[in-house]
């Protein structure tokens, strides 16, 4: 098993910027990939970007990228999701979530509000 919890949540106004954090425990050398969601009141999850554990690669939606960056410090077990240019759309609970070999963890997620 993997244990996640994320921080850095909260509100902001638009235009401005949140660094979420989520901290991986446990298993961690058996991460594959690291991902973060995210959730808006009545809406399904959503994907918003991804970083593999090993080589760094990163994806990200369409609605986050620009915008957004996905980091990693593996001596830290730490993803970061750097947001800038906040939009009211971007209010959701986020979710770190890790993947590895034959199954999934996630954190308890963060709430980011962006006012306008």
């Known amino acids: 098993q993997v244990q996640l919890v994320e921080s850095g949540g909260g509100l902001v106004q638009v235009g401005g910027s949140l660094r979420l954090s989520c901290a991986a425990s446990?298993?961690?050398?058996?991460?594959?990939?690291m991902n973060w969601f995210r959730q808006a009141p009545g809406k399904e999850r959503e994907f918003v970007a991804l970083?593999?554990?090993?080589?760094?690669?990163?994806r990200y939606s369409d609605s986050v990228k620009g915008r957004f960056t996905i980091s990693r410090d593996n001596a830290k077990n730490t993803v970061f999701l750097q947001m800038n240019s906040l939009k009211p759309e971007d209010t959701a609970v986020y979710f770190c979530?890790?993947?590895?070999?034959?199954?999934?963890?996630w954190g308890q997620g963060t709430q980011v509000t962006v006012s306008s």
């Open positions: 979530n890790a993947v590895r070999v034959g199954s999934s963890n």
């Open positions: 970083i593999s554990w090993s080589g760094g690669s990163t």
């Open positions: 446990g298993r961690t050398s058996t991460i594959v990939v």
